[in-house]
């Protein structure tokens, strides 16, 4: 943001805000993740977390496309920085660089275990409590002939007590995603099952009429 003196308006010196921070899309970010993002592996999680993040917006009435915008970049730089000594922190000031404003660099940053910074917005909750939780129910997915359909919290979470079923997600971070929305891990399972179902060819999982 930056504060202009706008001498030239009629009536003299006028002093004008003129926001310099691009218009917040989910088409644009889309755009910024495939431009950094190659793999299709990190582009599929990146389209799963969307998916939760902004079933999450639409229910609670928030912006959902600065929610979707910004779970679709809450990764963008992990193909560039794979490790945990740059990612995500050195892939904010790239999004800075590039417009978005400091609320989704903020909630991106946050969404990192090692940064400890507050999780105190309902964005920045969500955000946390959807990464590993969609990454998982993906997983999930992925093993079962008719994919997400008819998969219930019950099995979700006999999988989760599976230390080497998906072994990359980290366990204590789905459990303190739930708590940290207030929710039940069973609701909170539920959401993100029925969340991810309407993009299932997109996540390349089976549905029950390739199964029939
Ligand atoms: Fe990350
Ligand atoms: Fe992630």
Not at 10 to 33: C, Q
Not at 57 to 62: I, Q, W
Not at 147 to 172: M, T
Not at 192 to 198: G, L, R, S, T
Request: overall charge negative; aromatic content about 6%.
């Amino acid at each position: 943001m930056i504060i202009l003196e706008r001498a030239d308006e009629p009536g003299g010196p006028e002093r004008g805000i003129v926001d310099d921070s691009v218009e917040v899309t989910r088409d644009r970010a889309w755009e910024t993740l495939t431009r950094h993002t190659q793999s299709e592996a990190l582009r599929r999680h990146a389209l799963a977390v969307e998916a939760s993040v902004g079933w999450y917006a639409r229910h609670l009435g928030e912006d959902e496309e600065l929610w979707r915008a910004t779970a679709l970049l809450h990764d963008f730089d992990y193909e560039i920085h794979p490790t945990l000594d740059q990612h995500p922190q050195d892939g904010a000031p790239m999004l800075r660089d590039e417009g978005w404003p400091e609320e989704l660099v903020e909630a991106v940053l946050s969404h990192a275990e090692h940064l400890a910074m507050p999780r105190d917005t309902p964005l920045k909750k969500t955000l946390f409590a959807c990464d590993e939780l969609s990454g998982f129910v993906h997983a999930c997915g992925l093993v079962r002939p008719t994919g997400l359909e008819g998969l219930e919290p019950k099995s979700v979470k006999k999988k989760l007590k599976q230390p080497s079923f998906a072994a990359g997600v980290h366990r204590d971070e789905v459990y303190a995603g739930a708590e940290l929305l207030g929710l039940e891990l069973d609701d909170h399972i539920r959401n993100v099952v029925e969340a991810m179902q309407p993009i299932a060819g997109e996540l390349g999982l089976r549905t029950a009429a390739d199964a029939a």
